[in-house]
């Protein structure tokens, strides 16, 4: 119940935070509109702030029609396969405007992030996506081994003893289990060579709100679930994930996209 909660909350911060750029923006453009139709310009800058206006509007009117899908996607719990490009372009556009829109009403970046990952999941969670156990990767980041361990991980998750000492063996156990694969990467440079070697057709990403985020945007085309770490220990030391919620999104891709995380 607590996670539901949490969900819908998350979601509407995202949202919320699209629409109120979606405004900034809308009002840039008729200021720019004011301009144009002021007097005292020659031809050549009416025409440049004419065309920037145009362009800054159709990005606009695709980013609203992206936001209208992702906003009835959600609620219908059915993608809108026409509607993928818009739906793309609210994300991605308009994300760095959200995060400074966010940061000018001191909203915590981690909210925002966390309610980006959530309207994502959402979104792919929907789209019933089912691929061969081969074709998905588990990408991890290497704050998940046990910081007194000498086994280099990181690069090779083989050299894992499996002690149990860390949940670097949870990886392994769910590799073995679903016959995926499996990347543990030091930063977002790594990262991308596994999905750029693997050609990964679907991903599932644990990592904080911050390289969830940037992972998601660079995936793009291919679908990430990003199931967010676990800190008890503070940022980036032996940091762990819900075993359950990374097994569901695993059980989601594998299956006929029935089961959730
Ligand atoms: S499970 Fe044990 S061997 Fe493997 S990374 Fe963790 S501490 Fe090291």
């Not at 309207?119 to 081969?134: C, E, F, K, T, Y």
């Not at 679907?202 to 940037?214: G, K, N, P, Q």
Request: charged share 15%; net charge positive.
């Amino acid at each position: 119940m607590y996670d539901v909660v949490q969900i819908h909350t998350h979601k509407r911060l995202f949202i919320g935070l699209l629409v109120a750029s979606l405004l900034v923006v809308g009002l840039l453009v008729l200021s720019i509109w004011f301009l144009v139709f002021s007097p005292e310009r020659s031809m050549i800058y009416k025409f440049v702030l004419l065309a920037v206006a145009l362009v800054l509007l159709v990005t606009i009117m695709l980013a609203g029609i992206g936001l209208t899908a992702i906003v009835l996607t959600i609620i219908r719990a059915r993608p809108f396969a026409l509607l993928q490009g818009p739906t793309r372009v609210a994300l991605n556009t308009f994300f760095p405007l959200v995060l400074m829109l966010g940061r000018l009403l001191k909203i915590d970046m981690n909210r925002i992030k966390n309610s980006f990952i959530e309207v994502n999941n959402s979104l792919v969670r929907v789209m019933q996506i089912s691929v061969a156990p081969g074709q998905l990767l588990l990408l991890a980041p290497h704050c998940l081994q046990n910081s007194a361990c000498v086994h280099k991980v990181a690069g090779n998750v083989n050299n894992c003893r499996q002690c149990g000492q860390c949940m670097v063996s949870d990886l392994l156990q769910l590799r073995d289990r679903y016959g995926i694969m499996v990347g543990m990467a030091t930063g977002g440079t790594l990262a991308r060579k596994y999905v750029q070697d693997y050609r990964p057709k679907a991903i599932v990403a644990i990592a904080c709100e911050r390289d969830l985020t940037s992972g998601i945007l660079d995936a793009n085309p291919v679908p990430v679930l990003g199931v967010t770490n676990l800190r008890p220990h503070g940022p980036c030391q032996d940091t762990q994930f819900s075993f359950r919620r990374v097994e569901g999104a695993i059980q989601y891709f594998l299956s006929d996209g029935s089961d959730h995380i």
